[in-house]
């Protein structure tokens, strides 16, 4: 059994379905998070763990000791104003526990509106929507902190990220599904349980310094993803508007962007086949096991 002793800013569903990943490959796990509520004792699995509190740039102090004990750390805390809240608070603590494995979770927001056509990780950012540019302004601190204290570090940047309990079943079912109209809009999306086996695969194959896009084979349109939701259910058409009238900002920005994201960089350097190469596959299981 092997031992990992990882400290998780932000434990959302991609950093509960890593620990998961890490559970069933038999790891011993010796596991700190934070979150914004008070700190706790809680448990996932059977693997307990406490959750320190981090709210903006006040944080329970006892989470520095297990900070300073972490080999490997895993962020997912979203900037606020530009500015990484992890790396302003906390990067000379992170410097000194020298730890073999950091890894911050961007998006792929960064690379603002390409029309349509394929992005990589050598295409130019020019983001944008908020998320995107405040995101774009916290990688870049990371990685001008990691390059001058040499620590290992790398970048993955998730495309729109679905699950068992977040996807468009989910949303049909419940009646909070729409179909937006807009032409050549294309993104890409990514299981959360692929996401956590690529985080797995790079425990072993490191190299510090990349940036990685965390996406699967087949970039489609909402309008594709959500009547392909219809034929799964079998239920009515969900209510067609146009972008103008979605009333969400966050929503409107996202319709902004329309890029297909490559990710033949992180399939060939970690050698990673997908278990859900589209949203074909992602939604077919989550239909015949959940919904």
């Avoid at 103008?244 to 319709?255: P, Q, T, V």
């Avoid at 902004?256 to 990710?263: A, L, P, Q, Y």
Wanted: aromatic letters at 12%.
């Amino acid at each position: 059994m092997k031992d990992i002793n990882i400290f998780c800013f932000g434990f959302g569903q991609v950093a509960k379905n890593f620990i998961k990943k890490l559970n069933l490959e038999n790891f011993n796990i010796n596991l700190s998070a934070t979150s914004r509520d008070i700190t706790q004792q809680k448990k996932i699995g059977k693997i307990n763990y406490k959750s320190f509190q981090f709210l903006n740039n006040s944080f329970d102090q006892k989470l520095v000791e297990k900070l300073k004990q972490s080999d490997h750390i895993l962020v997912s805390i979203p900037p606020v104003n530009g500015i990484d809240l992890v790396v302003k608070n906390f990067s000379k603590i992170i410097e000194e526990s020298n730890p073999r494995w950091v890894t911050y979770l961007s998006a792929t927001s960064v690379y603002g509106d390409h029309k349509g056509k394929w992005v990589n990780e050598e295409s130019q950012t020019n983001p944008m929507s908020v998320n995107g540019i405040d995101r774009l302004a916290a990688e870049k601190s990371w990685m001008l902190f990691t390059t001058n204290s040499k620590l290992p570090f790398q970048i993955f940047r998730l495309s729109g990220i679905y699950s068992d309990r977040s996807n468009i079943l989910v949303r049909l079912k419940s009646g909070n599904a729409n179909i937006v109209n807009k032409k050549n809009h294309f993104f890409s999306r990514i299981h959360v349980q692929d996401i956590a086996n690529v985080l797995f695969k790079s425990l072993l194959n490191f190299k510090s310094g990349e940036i990685y896009n965390i996406s699967d084979d087949k970039p489609s349109s909402s309008k594709e993803v959500t009547l392909y939701g219809v034929k799964l259910l079998n239920v009515d058409l969900p209510k067609s508007i146009e972008v103008e009238d979605i009333e969400s900002e966050m929503l409107k920005n996202f319709y902004k962007d329309s890029k297909k994201v490559s990710n033949k960089k992180m399939k060939n350097f970690f050698n990673y086949n997908l278990k859900f190469p589209t949203y074909v596959e992602g939604l077919n299981y989550i239909r015949n096991n959940l919904v």
